[in-house]
């Protein structure tokens, strides 16, 4: 079974989400600002992607 460029795309969409999440987390419990950015700023980019790619 092949993967089509929709499900690659989405699992990218997805795997930077949660990535995302697990940055704003461990930014948050750690108090480490930087990584909290770095966490939201993925999140605005898995976001961009989501609106921007319409399969």
């Known amino acids: 079974m092949t993967s ?3 499900r690659r795309m989405r699992l ?8 995302a999440a697990a940055m ?3 930014g948050l ?4 600002w930087w990584l909290l950015g770095i ?4 999140v605005i980019v898995a976001f961009l ?3 921007i790619y319409r399969p």
């Open 29 to 32: 419990a750690t108090e480490w």
């Open 39 to 42: 966490g939201v700023w993925t």
């Open 49 to 51: 992607m989501e609106m």
């Open 24 to 26: 704003i987390t461990a």
């Open 12 to 19: 990218r969409i997805i795997v930077l989400t949660l990535g």
């Open 4 to 6: 089509t460029p929709d």
